[in-house]
Nanobody, 120 residues
Framework: QVQLVESGGGLVQPGGSLTLSCAAS????????MGWYRQAPGKQRELVAR???????NYGDSVKGRFTISRDNAKNTVVLQMNSLTPEDTAIYYC??????????????WGPGTQVTVSS
């Protein structure tokens, strides 16, 4: 099994910054991708940012230019730096990882989520 532990959520004023961190632990052979998704009330879960095992990176259109994802493959961690936050960024943010427990067996895992609230 694999556990994802998120940290760094909270309340921030519009225009402010926040950093989210996620660490994966458990039976890990390798991690194909790690990233962040978010879900606002009444909306579907959407991609925020995702980092592959190489340098491939995908960002949701609404966060491009404001958010930056980084990943430490050796430590199985991923960090999301969020700048210029707006109330529209308010959501529960979920860490996600595609983890291989062996070279041929992979599963997707989700963290419990961390609340980010952008409000004055």
């Amino acid at each position: 099994q694999v556990q994802l532990v998120e940290s760094g959520g909270g309340l921030v004023q519009p225009g402010g910054s926040l950093t989210l961190s996620c660490a994966a632990s458990g039976t890990i052979f390798s991690i194909d991708a790690m990233g962040w998704y978010r879900q606002a009330p009444g909306k579907q879960r959407e991609l925020v940012a995702r980092r592959g095992s190489g340098n491939s990176t995908n960002y949701g259109d609404s966060v491009k230019g404001r958010f930056t994802i980084s990943r430490d493959n050796a430590k199985n961690t991923v960090v999301l730096q969020m700048n210029s936050l707006t109330p529209e960024d308010t959501a529960i943010y979920y860490c996600a990882a595609d983890v291989r427990s062996t070279s041929y067996h992979a599963n997707s895992y989700w963290g419990p989520g961390t609340q980010v609230t952008v409000s004055s």
